[in-house]
C-alpha cells in the first residue's frame, strides 16, 4: 500500500506541473502520444478501484484463511487430547498387573468413563463434518483422523 500512495504523490506531482503547461499552450492534442491526460486520469483511476478491490479480496481470503486454522487447531485439541485418553486407558486396561478383582472393578469403572466419553467422540466427529465441509483435508495439528478415532473407541468399548 505504501508503494501505491508514493506513485499516487508522484502521478499526481507530475499532473500538477505538466497540466498547467500544457493548458497554457492550449494543447489538445500531442502528435507524440495518444494519450490525453483525461485518458490518463481514468486509467489511474481504474488501477486505484482495481487494488481496492484486491485488497479487499486479499482482506477476506485472510479471514477465510484464519478462520480455517483455528478450525484445525480445534478439532487437533480434541482428537490429540481424546487420542491419548485412548491411549492410556487402554495400557491400564490391558495391564496384567492387577489382581482379578481389581481388574473387574477397573474395567467396570472404565466402562462407564468410555461411555461418558462419546460425547467427545461426538464432538470430535462434528469438527469434522465442518472441516469437510470447509473443504479442508489436510491437518498439520495431528494425525487422527475421526475414523481412526471412532474405531479406537469401539474397540476399547467392546474390551470392556
Same mark, same amino acid.
Request: charged content about 30%; aromatic content about 10%; hydrophobic content about 30%.
Given at each position: 500500500?505504501?508503494?501505491?500512495?508514493?506513485?499516487?504523490?508522484?502521478?499526481? %506531482? &507530475?499532473? =500538477?506541473?505538466?497540466?498547467?503547461? !500544457?493548458?497554457?499552450? #492550449?494543447?489538445?492534442? *500531442?502528435?507524440?502520444?495518444?494519450?490525453?491526460?483525461?485518458?490518463?486520469?481514468?486509467?489511474?483511476? =481504474? !488501477?486505484?478501484?482495481?487494488?481496492?478491490?484486491?485488497?479487499?479480496? &486479499?482482506?477476506?481470503?485472510? !479471514?477465510?484463511?484464519?478462520?480455517?486454522?483455528?478450525?484445525?487447531?480445534?478439532?487437533?485439541?480434541?482428537?490429540?487430547?481424546?487420542?491419548?485418553?485412548?491411549?492410556?486407558? %487402554?495400557?491400564?486396561?490391558? *495391564? *496384567?498387573?492387577?489382581? @482379578?478383582?481389581?481388574?473387574?472393578?477397573? $474395567?467396570?469403572? %472404565? #466402562?462407564?468413563? $468410555?461411555?461418558?466419553?462419546?460425547?467427545?467422540?461426538?464432538? $470430535?466427529?462434528? @469438527? =469434522?463434518? #465442518?472441516?469437510?465441509?470447509?473443504? &479442508?483435508?489436510?491437518?498439520?495439528?495431528?494425525? #487422527? =483422523?475421526?475414523?481412526?478415532?471412532?474405531?479406537?473407541?469401539?474397540?476399547?468399548?467392546?474390551?470392556?
Amino acid at each position: 500500500f505504501m508503494l501505491l500512495s508514493t506513485s499516487e504523490k508522484f502521478c499526481r %506531482k &507530475i499532473q =500538477s506541473k505538466t497540466t498547467p503547461y !500544457l493548458r497554457s499552450y #492550449h494543447v489538445t492534442v *500531442n502528435p507524440y502520444t495518444w494519450f490525453t491526460m483525461d485518458s490518463l486520469e481514468d486509467n489511474w483511476q =481504474s !488501477l486505484l478501484r482495481a487494488v481496492k478491490e484486491r485488497d479487499l479480496m &486479499i482482506e477476506k481470503e485472510t !479471514l477465510r484463511q484464519e478462520q480455517r486454522e483455528e478450525l484445525r487447531k480445534a478439532y487437533a485439541a480434541q482428537a490429540n487430547k481424546f487420542s491419548e485418553w485412548l491411549e492410556t486407558t %487402554k495400557q491400564k486396561l490391558t *495391564n *496384567n498387573r492387577y489382581r @482379578l478383582e481389581d481388574q473387574r472393578d477397573l $474395567i467396570e469403572s %472404565k #466402562h462407564e468413563e $468410555i461411555k461418558k466419553k462419546r460425547a467427545v467422540l461426538r464432538e $470430535i466427529e462434528d @469438527l =469434522s463434518g #465442518h472441516l469437510e465441509q470447509s473443504m &479442508i483435508f489436510d491437518n498439520r495439528y495431528t494425525t #487422527h =483422523s475421526t475414523v481412526t478415532l471412532a474405531q479406537q473407541s469401539d474397540q476399547l468399548n467392546e474390551f470392556t
